[in-house]
């Protein structure tokens, strides 16, 4: 039985101004689902358009690109319609924690923020809360990260943190973009198989933006191919490493393999 739709995206399309006084689509006529506790791999090479897409699902887009068409729901919702779902319905981990962590402010004060800020408790009760999320992404002793500044943090630490904030506002599926790319590999491993515990223990949908399928191919679903701005393949995590059909998504699974040792199975779908 297919999973029920959390996050519906139908003909998504974002533009970028170009020189000659005209637009740029990066992200063209895109459409795609994650299911209720279902993982799916959104993949390509550099520059296909996958983190564009991602930003557009949460409203997101930088200036000054701009959104042209298409839908997005999530739940239902639609985030034209309610563009402040985001972190009650939706969070979103970003490449870098520096990027998402604000330099100024303590890692509790951001926590218990965030909390306060999408009416889930205030005050100690805000505060034991944000102990507790510490304490689900797997840090260890978190009462001195509560107090300590995001400059303080490992990287691995502040991913994690980051993946605290994403759940802050009790969301319904998380958004994760390129969550393991200035880390080392152990510690990729620690992040993306607690994003998968995580998820799976919350029951929440897994969007999961990777330009690489050795990391993330034994734990989607399904994968999503993008390449120039579309979807050019997508399907079960296992059918699309048996037999890609789509020579970006080839590539990809070549090179998946290689990391892998050049075994003849580039993997079996999800854990």
């Known amino acids: 039985m297919e999973a029920e739709a959390l996050l519906k995206v139908h003909g998504l399309e974002v533009a970028f101004p170009d020189r000659r006084g005209g637009q740029r689509v990066v992200v063209d006529n895109v459409s795609l689902e994650v299911g209720v ?10 520059g296909g358009g996958k983190s564009l897409t991602a930003l557009a699902i949460l409203g997101l887009v930088p200036e000054p690109g701009e959104i042209r068409s298409g839908r997005v729901t999530i739940g239902g919702i639609d985030t034209k319609e309610v563009p402040d779902c985001r972190g009650g319905v939706v969070g979103l981990v970003l490449q870098e924690a520096g990027s998402g962590l604000n330099p100024v402010y303590s890692v509790g004060f951001q926590l218990v923020e965030t909390i306060e800020a999408h009416g889930i408790a205030r005050g100690e009760e805000a505060r034991r809360r944000a102990l507790a999320l510490l304490t689900e992404v797997a840090i260890d002793n978190p009462g001195p990260i509560l107090a300590a500044y995001p400059h303080q943090l490992s990287g691995g630490q502040a991913q994690r943190v980051m993946i605290a904030l994403a759940l802050a506002g009790d969301p319904r599926m998380i958004v994760a973009d390129e969550p393991t790319t200035a880390l080392d590999m152990l510690t990729q491993a620690q992040i993306l198989e607690l994003l998968v515990r995580i998820t799976d223990e919350r029951g929440l949908g897994l969007l999961l933006v990777s330009h690489d399928l050795a990391v993330i191919g034994e734990l989607v679903h399904r994968v999503v191919v993008m390449h120039g701005g579309r979807i050019v393949e997508e399907g ?21 393999m290689r990391v892998r040792g050049g075994r003849s199975e580039a993997g079996g779908g999800a854990v």
Do not use: D, K, M, W
């Not at 506790?37 to 550099?46: A, K």
């Open 236 to 256: 079960a995590t296992s059918e699309i490493l048996r037999q890609p059909n789509h020579p970006v998504t080839r590539r990809l699974v070549e090179a998946a």
């Open 37 to 46: 506790g279902e993982r799916v791999g959104l993949v390509g090479e550099s």
